[in-house]
């Protein structure tokens, strides 16, 4: 069965680096739609950053300019780089993947989820 596996959660300080990355475990026919979404405890979930099979980006505002979503085809691996960390990207990230399993389908998973914090 097709499964989603996130790493590359954990704790940095203000200004750091980390990369999160998506695996897509098993056969699959395409990645249609990638998110990345977060929630900070007792914040509704947010938007962070969106791609495309064609390439197109987009960002939640404030991480424009540091965040940079990617897919490698290749892999099967979807990637948030994130650079120039701030406490306030504190959250449990989580990726969604829009897939088809076949040429005549089209699927969604959610991988289990990663934390990010960022303090001093």
């Known amino acids: 069965q097709v499964q989603l596996v996130e790493s590359g959660g954990g704790s940095v300080q203000p200004g750091g680096s980390l990369r999160l990355s998506c695996a897509v475990s098993?056969?699959?026919?395409?990645?249609?739609?990638v998110d990345w979404y977060r929630q900070a405890p007792g914040k509704e979930r947010e938007l962070v950053a969106a791609?495309?099979?064609?390439?197109?980006?987009k960002y939640l505002d404030s991480v424009k300019g540091r965040f940079t979503i990617s897919i490698d085809n290749a892999k099967n691996t979807v990637y948030l780089q994130m650079n120039s960390l701030k406490p306030e990207d504190t959250a449990i990230y989580y990726c969604?993947?829009?897939?088809?399993?076949?040429?005549?389908?089209?699927?969604?998973?959610w991988g289990q989820g990663t934390q990010v914090t960022v303090s001093s």
């Open positions: 969604n993947v829009h897939f088809s399993p076949e040429f005549t389908s089209w699927d969604e998973l």
């Open positions: 098993g056969s699959i026919f395409s990645i249609n739609f």
């Open positions: 791609i495309t099979s064609g390439g197109n980006t």
